[in-house]
C-alpha cells in the first residue's frame, strides 16, 4: 500500500496538530452551543472521530452518506443521499465535517437540504480543501489545509475504497490509476 504513495503530503504529525487547532477554535466558538455534529461517510469519519475528541463542548454527532462519485476520481455532479441522518436537524446548530472539498457539488447540497429543514445554523468544517477545483461559490466556515489539484488518499480518503486506512495524506502513482 506504501509502494502505491508518489508523495506524502501532509505527515500524520501534522494532521494531528491541524485537527487539535481547529478543535481548540470550535470549543471556544461553540460555547454554550450543545452543536449536532455530522460526520459526512465515508471519508470524514477518520477526521470526525478525531475532531470530536479535540472539542471540549457537550455535543452529539449523526451520521450521514453521500454520493457523488462512483469509483472514478471526478465529480459526477449528482448527489445521492444513501443514508440519511437519525435525528431532525430543526433548531439544531449543525456542524457538517467534510473530509475534502472539491467541486463544492456535495457540501453545497447538504447545506441546502439542512437549511430546508430548518436548521438554526450550518457550519462546516473540511480537513482538505481543493480551491481550484471550485465550481460552485462556496467557502468552508473552517479548513485545516489547502490542497493542489491532485487526487489524494489517507486519512479516510479512497481511491476505489482503498487506502482509508492511511495515517497521513499523500499522492497516488499514475500507474495505481492505470491498473
Ligand atoms: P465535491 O466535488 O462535491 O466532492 O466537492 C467532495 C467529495 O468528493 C470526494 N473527493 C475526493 N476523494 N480524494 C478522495 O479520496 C480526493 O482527492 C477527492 N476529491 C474529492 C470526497 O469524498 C468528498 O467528500
Ligand atoms: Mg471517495
Redesign the pocket.
Known sequence: MQNDIKEVLYSEAQIQAKVKELGDQLSVDFEGRNPLVIC?L???FIFMSDLVKAISVPLEIDFMAVS??GQS?Q?SGV?KIMKDLDVSVEGRDVLIV??????????SYLIDVLEHRNAKSVTVVTL?D?PA???VDLQPDYKGFT?PD????GYG???AEK?RNLPYIGILKPHVYEK
Do not use: M, N
Open positions: 459526512v465515508k471519508g470524514a457523488s462519485y476520481t465529480s448527489v467534510e473530509d475534502i472539498i472539491d467541486s463544492g457539488l456535495t457540501l482538505f481543493k477545483r471550485r465550481t490542497l491532485e487526487f489524494v488518499v480518503l479512497d481511491f487506502y
